[in-house]
């Protein structure tokens, strides 16, 4: 059975999404990449009770009021998507995990350096395209 995996597509009102700057360390996936903010499902949790949790915990912010938006099933994970329009600087937002956070318009988003495959997860959304696999 695949993991689970949760991740929060944070747009404000200019059509920016919120992506940070994975830690530089050679021992994690992906290090120095960008990505969407996001976690591991835990036993017992749904996919909304995960993302609620790990965005307390990674940038102190309540997601509870966002809607699942579409899921994905990568090789590796199950991955469900949630979006949720937000407004704040990206430097006043607490970061617990990671090198820092950043708005990205659409042509301003690094995809040759996104983590995860969330550059086919980003380019589906600024498309209008959403995914669900058979179990979503």
Not at 37 to 48: D, K, L, N, S, Y
Request: charged letters at 30%; aromatic letters at 12%; proline letters at 6%.
């Amino acid at each position: 059975m695949k993991r689970g995996g949760t991740s929060i597509i944070l747009r404000n009102s200019n059509n920016e999404v919120l992506l940070f700057l994975r830690d530089n360390k050679p021992e994690i996936p992906y290090p120095n990449m960008w990505d969407v903010p996001g976690g591991h499902v835990e036993a017992g949790e749904t996919p909304e009770e995960t993302i609620v949790r790990e965005m307390l915990e990674e940038i102190e912010t309540d997601v509870s009021a966002c809607q699942r938006y579409s899921v994905y099933d990568f090789p590796d994970r199950i991955e469900y998507i949630f979006l949720m329009d937000f407004e704040a600087a990206a430097e006043t937002i607490p970061l617990h995990e990671g090198q820092c956070l950043r708005w990205f318009a659409e042509a301003a988003i690094p995809w040759e350096n996104l983590a995860f495959g969330f550059d086919l997860v980003l380019a589906d959304y600024f498309a209008g395209r959403e995914r669900w696999d058979k179990k979503g």
